[in-house]
């Protein structure tokens, strides 16, 4: 850190401030992601930490790092928000026809997906020994999902352990807390996260034969209404989900069931435009119009692969497309 820079920056100016955390800004709303698994309020946590940090920079005694710093007001503006009054409503367009009696009800309706746009250029900054999760591991939709289900400060102590690698003293001080709390907590967050952990093949490489052809065969199976082959390209513990709906499908019979009822919902999805979110693959769904001929945003699919299987889908609507670049109608 500059000592310049911090100076000028105490004196008022703000492109001195920026020069100073501009550099933390992808990592901070990465971090407010995972606390809050929505993108729209992590950008909103993001802008309230940046705003806390520049009327606060009187306050910041050089003991740490400017990083560690904002990563403190970073997590406490996320924790301020968890102990709130509740999360923003979030209004579910109604599917056109009555689901199938789902396996499970989510309990993460404000469930959003991360653009890998987003993540590029972030590189671990020295993680530290007890950083567990490898980093496209703790960006995928099934670790957000599972971190939103812990309790605040479990869910705080996790991402600074075992994500971001602090040491208990050093999280302690972030938090507030002693570190035989923060032991404790951490202790109780990795035994839910084990349990909710998939146990299973190693993902493949990222783009390799394998995965590209997988994808190919599931858009295929997709765009086609296949039910069959759909089902083919599964593990027997698939999970389907669609946040903001409730609804929850888990295995190859339960999804069946979905996929065969909700075949007229589906009926005219003509194009998978490719997206990437959360390191994983990625489809913006265009239905054909019957009258127009045109194609019609009608929502996001994200997928996870284990080993050559896909191992959940989670469908998104239209609201999240703004954060991929997804134009509304193609010709």
Same mark, same amino acid.
């Given at each position: 850190m500059s000592a310049e820079l911090l100076q000028r920056a105490r004196a008022g100016d703000r492109d001195a401030f920026t020069a100073l955390v501009d550099s933390h800004r992808a990592e901070l709303q990465v971090h407010c992601y995972r606390m809050l698994g929505s993108l729209q309020d992590a950008e909103d946590a993001l802008q309230d930490t940046l705003l806390a940090a520049w009327l606060g920079l009187d306050g910041f005694e050089g003991r740490s790092s400017i990083r560690t710093w904002l990563y403190r007001i970073a997590t406490n503006r996320c924790l301020n928000l968890l102990r709130g009054s509740g999360r923003r409503p979030m209004a579910a367009v109604p599917l056109p026809i009555s689901p199938p009696?789902?396996?499970?009800?989510?309990?993460?309706?404000?469930?959003?997906?991360?653009?890998?746009?987003?993540?590029?250029?972030m590189s671990d900054h020295a993680p530290g020994p007890e950083r567990l999760y490898e980093s496209r591991e703790a960006i995928s939709l099934a670790f957000v999902t599972a971190v939103q289900l812990l309790p605040p400060n479990q869910r705080a102590v996790l991402l600074l352990r075992d994500v971001l690698g602090y040491r208990a003293r050093e999280a302690a001080e972030l938090l507030?807390? =002693?570190?035989?709390?923060? =032991?404790?907590?951490?202790?109780?967050?990795?035994? =839910? %996260?084990?349990?909710?952990?998939?146990?299973?093949p190693p993902l493949p490489p990222l783009g390799g034969p394998e995965e590209k052809e997988l994808l190919e065969r599931f858009v295929a199976a997709f765009t086609n209404d296949d039910v069959d082959a759909l089902?083919?390209? %599964?593990?027997?513990?698939?999970?389907?989900? %669609?946040?903001?709906?409730?609804?929850?499908? &888990?295995?190859?019979?339960?999804?069946?069931?979905?996929?065969?009822?909700t075949?007229?919902? &589906?009926?005219? @999805?003509?194009?998978?435009?490719? @997206?990437?979110?959360?390191?994983?693959?990625?489809?913006?769904?265009?239905? &054909?119009?019957?009258?127009?001929?045109?194609?019609?945003?009608t929502g996001v699919e994200v997928v996870g692969?284990?080993?050559?299987? @896909?191992?959940?889908? =989670? &469908?998104f609507e239209t609201t999240v497309a703004q954060y991929f670049g997804l134009p509304r109608t193609l010709d």
């Open positions: 009696e789902p396996t499970a009800l989510g309990e993460v309706p404000w469930l959003q997906p991360y653009p890998d746009v987003l993540l590029e250029g507030g807390l =002693t570190e035989d709390a923060v =032991t404790n907590a951490l202790k109780r967050a990795r035994a =839910t %996260m084990d349990a909710a952990r998939p146990v299973g089902v083919a390209l %599964m593990t027997d513990d698939v999970w389907v989900r %669609m946040p903001p709906l409730p609804f929850e499908y &888990r295995g190859t019979a339960a999804v069946r069931r979905f996929f065969t009822a075949a007229a919902h &589906r009926r005219g @999805i003509a194009r998978l435009v490719p @997206i990437a979110a959360n390191g994983q693959p990625a489809w913006g769904e265009y239905r &054909r119009d019957a009258v127009t001929g045109g194609l019609h945003l692969i284990a080993g050559d299987l @896909i191992c959940e889908i =989670t &469908r």
